[in-house]
């Protein structure tokens, strides 16, 4: 009996053995790009979804992320047939945008970002600290307008709790005091 079985495994698995055939593939290429963005249009905006390196990148500093990452020059030349006067690209994550509008040589006309609930500068975040003990943010939104790459205007807006009261404040970057520290 060990013998039959024996004997039917071993013509089972010479069967499935000699039914295999060799296939030959093509050669592919696999590239891995961890930071390849997508750029879309909407009419003559475009829209570049932005992909991070790491969390909270874009938000840190919107302008330098896209001179880091978004080649205007080579973006215009793809574009050159529609013979375009300015560009309007917005970089866009789950928290906020960046709209910048470029003239026809790719350099920056004027920019207007937008984020809400991000990681606020540690000089803000004492500040807030030190003026509303006992208050939580429940969010905030940072709004930045600038234009030829500088910032011009910046601002929070902040909704604060105490217990079952809430406050709205709004705080003006430029009026964000430096940090004191004593000395001996």
């Known amino acids: 009996m060990k013998t039959l079985i024996f004997n039917l495994v071993l013509f089972v698995?010479?069967?499935?053995?000699s039914a295999q055939g060799i296939v030959e593939l093509n050669e592919t290429t696999v590239s891995?790009?961890?930071?390849?963005?997508?750029?879309?249009?909407?009419?003559?905006k475009y829209f570049y979804n932005?992909?991070?390196?790491?969390?909270?990148?874009?938000?840190?500093?919107?302008?330098?992320?896209?001179?880091?990452?978004?080649?205007?020059?080579?973006?215009?030349?793809?574009l050159k047939d529609k013979d375009m006067d300015?560009?309007?690209?917005?970089?866009?994550?789950?928290?906020?945008?960046l709209k910048v509008d470029f003239d026809r040589e790719g350099k920056v006309v004027k920019t207007y970002q937008r984020f809400r609930n991000i990681k606020l500068p540690n000089a803000l975040s004492h500040e807030i600290y030190r003026d509303?003990?006992?208050?939580?943010?429940l969010r905030n939104?940072?709004?930045?307008?600038?234009?030829?790459?500088n910032i011009d205007k910046e601002f929070y807006r902040l909704k604060l709790e105490n217990g079952n009261k809430i406050q709205n404040i709004k705080i003006d970057r430029t009026e964000v005091a430096p940090?004191?520290?004593?000395?001996n």
């Open 32 to 44: 891995f790009a961890p930071n390849a963005s997508h750029i879309t249009n909407s009419g003559n």
């Open 50 to 78: 932005v992909s991070e390196t790491y969390t909270g990148e874009f938000e840190k500093d919107p302008l330098a992320f896209m001179e880091k990452n978004f080649d205007v020059d080579r973006f215009i030349l793809e």
């Open 179 to 183: 940090i004191e520290l004593a000395s």
């Open 86 to 97: 300015s560009y309007q690209v917005s970089f866009v994550t789950l928290k906020g945008f």
């Open 132 to 137: 509303y003990k006992g208050w939580n943010i």
């Open 13 to 17: 698995w010479a069967g499935a053995v």
């Open 141 to 149: 939104l940072y709004v930045a307008k600038g234009r030829n790459g």
